[in-house]
């Protein structure tokens, strides 16, 4: 069998797999990451080394093989293991890093013949289909739970078993229906364009659960679009355009009796690879653009260019929620909205919550790592 | 007296107030800011008019002043009216813009001798002193609140009088203090460098509250030090070092039996102006730096002195918390450590618990309301 092979160059390690793999590890890098139980506490895996205490000049001074675990000695007198497999999981290359990008499928309206879906009782009952259905969710950026018995709360009950529910100034969670008065026109009958929720948070809401409680009324079917593919349009039609929005900050702004919540980012946000990371859009909410004034008329259109991608029909995915459904999404990836409906001959009841992002994922993460240990 | 004029030039409106200041609006975001009840919902302020419908070509035709409220007619025949301090108040000029940056002062050790305070028993029976502590709070990222009661628990009681206590996997509240086999450094007596808790969560903690319920044991001395001003000496000494930061995310991650936490984001957060918004910074939960080859060895040199920035003793504030003592921390500004104690010679117990930033802006927003009012 070939073995890994490992050389001292540059002051970095480089190191080449059987297959033709080959990567370059700088000393700083691979000191720091030393994995002995006087850098990292053997218990919680959490850096005991302090990065200050490595010398400037840190090098290799020797390598040695072992069963493709490579041995380092450092100018410092330390000596580190690190494992064949995990120097190439972490490989600085852009092949390695591309590797390492969690899977994500753009989606159109084509989605409803396979929708990324669970059933309640299920998911319950194997931690399988919860991890499934996890993934799923995690790819696309929503999915359907069906058989989610329809009384009240539920939702929060849904949201606390793969996350943490967050209590905001709507309370734990909220009813989405028409009543008279309201201070939100999601409480309404009214049609409600495709929109991430309260992007006036900070943190804005990572995940929204909207359960279906009832729904007999005419009209009041919901509309979800991935938003992450009309960016993505948006960046192959207009460069210019993309970008500006993925600069310039908007400020949201919610404001009633009890509350006045602001926030300001990006209506297309970016990582620093230039990835699509989250998207921050609701024309309800927006307040007045606050930018140097040159940029405001080219933002606009940028702006409106945006808005008309995320309103085509071929990138809607349109259905009507049963009693007994529940909606999960990623709320800025899955853009949602509603038709009007008419509250004078029949209910539309939902309620939804708010989860955040980190406790799914550490769920669905805890789900992999016990199956791969099974 | 000398009034408001304003005249339309190149599409736009141009405003001149009798102190000289000016300002120009431009078509666009002057018709979509229009504040009349069939574009603004009249209750909550939500915008009804959808952007989109504003024909490209939009332009005033006509304007009016009236007791220096600025009446446009438009090209779609649509009519609006402005108050005069509204549209000076959201010009977009350098000056305005900078008017309307929230109030900021840098501090180092020498804050010691005027520690934003307040009076536990004083902000529950004073709105003023409530809104005094949340400006002064807000203004320098942190706060002590005296005489809080030393029993358990409590923490989460002052959490959610300012805004709401987020629940994660360590629950609403967490004790801090030495116990057998931690899963967290934080869990035992060692020192602690200056860092920003949980950034391996999305989204990270906003706000942490540290209530002091014993401290006898010798040592343990918090440690704070103000990460923007650290930020600003990086600026100003190494200006490649900075956008280093400020460019590239850090993978931080936290993993136990029952989580796996992990999240990416730049250890220097800028704002869309180049104004430093957040600082990340945890040597103990940072994953292995994944970026491209060439960028490690200089990320590493910025890396290593923005942390030694971190511990220059002019910027530290030291205090020790006594039982009653409750500080609150903007967790992505005021970088929070200890000294190491001696758990056999005596107690040192602190109960934290996580809120997020939007429910105290809230109130601090609220509460200013109330004041202007009354």
Redesign the interface.
């Given at each position: 069998m070939a073995t890994v092979r490992a050389m001292i160059q540059n002051g970095r390690v480089a190191v080449a797999w059987p297959d033709g793999r080959r990567a370059?590890f700088?000393a700083?890098?691979l000191r720091?990451?030393c994995a002995c139980a006087t850098c990292r506490?053997p218990?919680?895996?959490?850096?005991?080394l302090?990065?200050?205490d490595i010398p400037d000049d840190i090098a290799p001074v020797d390598l040695e093989l072992a069963d493709s675990d490579l041995h380092v000695i450092w100018s410092d007198m330390h000596e580190s293991r690190y494992a064949g497999t995990w120097l190439r999981d972490?490989a600085?290359?852009?092949e390695a890093?591309n590797e390492?990008r969690s899977r994500r499928t753009l989606w159109g309206a084509e989605i409803a013949n396979d929708l990324p879906r669970g059933d309640w009782a299920e998911i319950r009952r194997s931690p399988e289909a919860e991890r499934d259905y996890l993934a799923r969710y995690g790819e696309f950026g929503f999915g359907l739970i069906d058989n989610v018995p329809a009384k009240n709360g539920m939702v929060v009950e849904v949201g606390n078993r793969f996350g943490?529910?967050?209590?905001?100034?709507y309370g734990a969670y909220f009813d989405v229906r028409s009543v008279p008065?309201?201070?939100?026109?999601a409480y309404t009958a009214v049609a409600l364009?495709v929109h991430t929720d309260n992007p006036?948070?900070?943190?804005?809401p990572?995940v929204q659960l909207l359960h279906c409680l009832e729904s007999d009324a005419p009209g009041g079917e919901s509309i979800l679009v991935d938003g992450f593919r009309a960016a993505e349009d948006l960046r192959h039609g207009d460069r210019a355009a993309f970008e500006l929005l993925a600069?310039?900050?908007l400020s949201f702004?919610?404001?009633?009796r009890?509350?006045?919540?602001?926030?300001?980012t990006?209506v297309i946000q970016l990582?620093?690879d230039g990835v699509v990371a989250a998207i921050h859009f609701n024309?309800?909410?927006?307040a007045?653009?606050?930018?140097?004034?040159e940029e405001?008329?080219p933002w606009?259109r940028a702006?409106?260019r945006f808005?008309?991608l995320l309103?085509r029909p071929e990138n809607e995915l349109r259905l009507r929620l049963a009693p007994g459904q529940l909606l999960m999404l990623q709320n800025d990836r899955a853009l949602h909205g509603r038709e009007a409906f008419d509250p004078n001959l029949g209910r539309r009841h939902l309620q939804g919550c708010y989860v955040?992002?980190?406790?799914i994922?550490?769920r669905l993460?805890?789900l992999s790592?016990d199956e791969a240990a099974a």
């Open positions: 370059e700088p700083i890098w720091d990451n506490h218990g919680n895996g959490q850096r005991l302090d990065t200050l972490h600085l290359t852009p890093r390492r943490h529910v967050r209590v905001t100034n008065d309201p201070t939100n026109l364009g006036y948070r900070d943190p804005e990572g600069h310039r900050h702004r919610f404001s009633d009890d509350a006045d919540l602001s926030a300001r990006p990582d620093d024309n309800r909410s927006a007045p653009l606050d930018a140097p004034l405001v008329e606009y702006y409106r808005a008309r309103r955040d992002k980190d406790g994922a550490s993460a805890v790592r």
